[in-house]
């Protein structure tokens, strides 16, 4: 009854158009999720996002689920999630990535879930990594745990995400570290980020992880950018 009292007056909004929700729990009106810029990676036998990486790493599997657009849908709704702490937005996300990918090997064929680590600074400054929602989604629906502990980043970088594509600098590599490397031997991770622009950061990532004998790395994103 509290809820309803509440909703009567703060109605839950769509977080693109800002027109009325019939289910509270979803992050989109049904007119705009009609206009989800897919990529439909799962109909793909080689997606963008696996070759932007080709020559720079080895991998098992990669995937998008949204074309990420200057003004778009996509960032727009990455925005509310990363800026406004709409943590519904990473859930929403979560669940498209299970309806669409659920019998892909990419959600099937991996041993653990690796979020991309913010810095400790950031992460006090922000409150939370906006890709943690998202991550539990997929968790929770494909029984695999999450390693929040395996990989950590040690220097403190500014962030990239307002630079244009030609302004954006290369990555130390020592920038992100891994912990425990012998309990985590042979394992396959699946690396989760928001959006996939250069690649920089999740390649580093990527190359951290594999440092540990006989690791897989597979990398899923909630959005992917065209240069």
Same mark, same amino acid.
């Given at each position: 009854?509290?809820?309803?009292?509440?909703?009567?007056?703060?109605?839950?909004? /769509?977080?693109? /158009?800002?027109?009325?929700? $019939?289910?509270?729990?979803?992050?989109?009106?049904?007119? /705009?999720?009609?206009?989800?810029?897919? $990529?439909?990676?799962?109909?793909?036998?080689?997606?963008?996002?696996?070759?932007? @990486?080709?020559?720079?790493?080895?991998?098992?599997?990669?995937?998008?689920?949204?074309? @990420?657009?200057?003004?778009?849908?996509?960032?727009?709704?990455?925005?509310?999630?990363?800026?406004?702490?709409?943590?519904?937005?990473?859930?929403?996300?979560?669940?498209?990535?299970?309806?669409?990918?659920?019998?892909?090997?990419?959600?099937?064929?991996? &041993?653990? +879930?690796?979020?991309?680590?913010?810095?400790?600074?950031?992460?006090? %400054?922000?409150?939370?990594?906006?890709?943690?929602?998202?991550?539990?989604?997929?968790?929770?629906?494909?029984?695999?745990?999450?390693?929040?502990?395996?990989?950590?980043?040690?220097?403190?970088?500014?962030?990239?995400?307002?630079?244009?594509?030609?302004?954006?600098?290369?990555?130390?590599? &020592? $920038?992100?570290? +891994?912990?425990?490397?012998?309990?985590?031997?042979? %394992?396959? @991770?699946?690396?989760?980020?928001?959006?996939?622009?250069?690649?920089?950061?999740?390649?580093? /990532?990527?190359?951290?992880?594999?440092? +540990?004998? %006989? $690791?897989? +790395?597979?990398?899923?994103?909630?959005?992917?950018?065209?240069?």
């Amino acid at each position: 009854m509290i809820n309803d009292f509440f909703d009567l007056f703060f109605p839950p909004l /769509c977080n693109h /158009c800002e027109g009325l929700l $019939t289910q509270k729990k979803d992050a989109l009106c049904v007119a /705009c999720y009609l206009n989800l810029p897919f $990529t439909h990676h799962y109909e793909a036998e080689t997606t963008e996002t696996f070759n932007r @990486f080709s020559g720079r790493m080895p991998l098992e599997h990669a995937a998008s689920l949204l074309y @990420f657009h200057k003004k778009g849908m996509a960032q727009n709704l990455i925005h509310q999630l990363k800026y406004k702490g709409n943590q519904n937005v990473g859930s929403f996300l979560g669940n498209l990535t299970v309806e669409q990918y659920k019998n892909q090997p990419i959600l099937q064929n991996f &041993d653990e +879930i690796v979020m991309v680590p913010l810095h400790p600074k950031r992460l006090k %400054k922000r409150g939370y990594n906006q890709v943690e929602t998202f991550a539990k989604t997929i968790a929770e629906a494909t029984q695999k745990p999450i390693n929040n502990l395996i990989l950590y980043k040690k220097i403190h970088t500014e962030t990239q995400t307002k630079k244009a594509l030609s302004n954006r600098t290369s990555i130390d590599k &020592d $920038t992100f570290q +891994i912990e425990d490397a012998e309990a985590n031997i042979g %394992k396959h @991770f699946l690396l989760l980020d928001d959006v996939m622009t250069s690649g920089t950061t999740l390649e580093t /990532c990527g190359k951290a992880l594999l440092q +540990i004998p %006989k $690791t897989k +790395i597979s990398i899923f994103t909630m959005a992917y950018t065209h240069f």
